[in-house]
Nanobody, 117 residues
Framework: QVQLVESGGGLVQAGGSLRLSCAAS????????MGWYRQAPGKQRELVAT???????NYADSVKGRFTISRDSAKDTVSLQMNSLKPEDTAVYYC???????????WGQGTQVTVSS
């Protein structure tokens, strides 16, 4: 069982920046990906960005060029630097760990990001 704890959400004006961080409660082993998903009111949860243990990254088209995901495998943490934020980025952001061999997912409790226009 892996527990994920997020931090860094908040309220920011459009054009501003926020940094989200997520720490895992245990060492993440095996072929896996850590990442961020978000869910806005009335919408399905969607991928924001992921990074594998090999360093490969994947971004949603809507955040490319604005968000940067980074991972510290030695500390089992993943961060999301969000720049040039837009009101449509407003959502609850969830940290995720996905294990490829077992197809198992672990989720954090979520952190609210609100971007005002």
């Amino acid at each position: 069982q892996v527990q994920l704890v997020e931090s860094g959400g908040g309220l920011v004006q459009a054009g501003g920046s926020l940094r989200l961080s997520c720490a895992a409660s245990k060492t993440i082993l095996g072929i896996n990906a850590m990442g961020w998903y978000r869910q806005a009111p009335g919408k399905q949860r969607e991928l924001v960005a992921t990074v594998t243990n090999g360093g490969s990254t994947n971004y949603a088209d809507s955040v490319k060029g604005r968000f940067t995901i980074s991972r510290d495998s030695a500390k089992d943490t993943v961060s999301l630097q969000m720049n040039s934020l837009k009101p449509e980025d407003t959502a609850v952001y969830y940290c995720n760990v996905h294990y490829y061999y077992t197809a198992r997912d672990y989720w954090g409790q979520g952190t609210q990001v609100t971007v005002s226009s």
